[in-house]
């Protein structure tokens, strides 16, 4: 078992920037690939951004340029750094990983709303 803590979510005016924090606790020496997603209200969730193991990062066309995602293998955590914010951005943003056996799983989620 994962466990996954999100922190850093909150409202920002648009321009605006913020960074998430996603740690995991539990058996997280199998961690392999690690991302963030967001769901908007009425939408699905989708995919912002991920990074695997070796460092390999992929990013929705959406964020591209504005946002940038790393880890930290030591402390088992990954980040999020969210830049030039708008308000297209709004949603509840949810930490996400995967094993080397294959289970995924989902941090609570984080809310992060950009409005003036």
């Known amino acids: 078992q994962v466990q996954l803590v999100e922190s850093g979510g909150g409202l920002v005016q648009p321009g605006g920037s913020l960074r998430l924090s996603c740690a995991a606790s539990?058996?997280?020496?199998?961690?392999?690939?690690m991302g963030w997603y967001r769901q908007a209200p009425g939408k699905q969730r989708e995919l912002v951004a991920a990074?695997?193991?070796?460092?390999?990062?992929n990013y929705a066309d959406s964020v591209k340029g504005r946002f940038t995602i790393s880890r930290d293998n030591a402390k088992n955590t990954v980040y999020l750094q969210m830049n030039s914010l708008k308000p297209a951005d709004t949603a509840v943003y949810y930490c996400?990983?995967?094993?080397?056996?294959?289970?995924?799983?989902w941090g609570q989620g984080t809310q992060v709303t950009v409005s003036s």
């Open positions: 990074i695997t193991s070796s460092g390999s990062t």
């Open positions: 539990g058996s997280s020496t199998s961690i392999n690939a």
């Open positions: 996400s990983i995967a094993t080397i056996f294959g289970s995924a799983y």
